[in-house]
């Protein structure tokens, strides 16, 4: 079957990486270590792939921006403990083996920072699987369409030949502005009904759904 799709991007956490509890836990510690008011479980799973000063004015809006830096120390003091029990999601290193092997090119756009990605590839010995990555602090966040652009330059592949693979409403509504088709991972962060809004082709409830997917249709 001729591919559709050169480029797949996926998001890494909450998509590749069974972390979305891991961060969510990690900031709700954070705010209650300095006294701030602790997010639901929903609110602080909704800043998951957003950058830094987005995700802190979402769950902290009454917070000076000058307190933020706190706030991330508490929460990488929490993270980085945590971090060592969070995991692939069960089947995702054979899949970017097979979509390597039939020839797509494999990219990540993440809201994680350089220096986390880096230290997440190199755990999980993904480092190799990807054609190129993009992260929060190297420029646009999500949900701005530039992190994608950014990408597909950079890998030379026009946006309708690209598809976005992520577990958050910002990658959905990323994909959408830039023009890339999008499926949503419903295994991570945000409830399928958020994915929903932005018109994927498809919502899969885990990494072999996904995988049976893209065999199909990628």
């Known amino acids: 079957m ?3 799709f050169d480029l797949l991007i ?7 990486m069974d972390s979305a509890t891991c961060i969510a836990k990690s900031l709700q510690s954070a705010c209650e270590d300095l006294g701030y008011p602790v997010p639901s479980d929903r609110d602080a799973r909704y800043i998951i792939g957003l950058g830094l000063h987005d995700a802190m004015a979402h769950v902290l809006p009454h917070v000076s921006a000058s307190e ?7 929460y990488r003091h929490h993270f980085l403990k945590g971090d060592a029990q969070t995991t692939l999601f069960a089947g995702v290193l054979d899949m970017l083996q097979e979509l390597r092997a039939k020839g797509h090119l ?7 920072s350089r220096r986390g990605l880096d230290r997440a590839l190199e755990v999980t010995g993904l480092a190799t699987h990807f054609h190129a990555t993009r992260c929060a602090d190297e420029g646009h966040t999500k949900p ?6 950014w990408l597909l330059d950079q890998l030379g592949v026009a946006q309708t030949r690209a598809l976005m693979v992520g577990d958050t409403s910002h990658d959905m509504a990323m994909a959408q502005a830039a023009g890339v088709e999008r499926v949503g991972v419903a295994h991570g962060a945000h409830e399928i009904e958020d994915l929903l809004r932005y018109e994927p082709l498809a919502c899969v ?14």
């Not at 933020?68 to 508490?74: D, G, K, N, T």
């Open 205 to 218: 409830r885990d990494c072999a759904e996904l995988r049976a997917w893209l065999a199909e249709n990628g």
């Open 68 to 74: 933020y830096p706190r706030i991330v120390e508490r």
């Open 144 to 149: 701005d369409p530039r992190m994608l652009h």
């Open 106 to 112: 494999l990219a990540v756009a993440t809201g994680k």
């Open 10 to 16: 996926f998001d890494w956490d909450g998509t590749l």
């Open 2 to 4: 001729k591919r559709r």
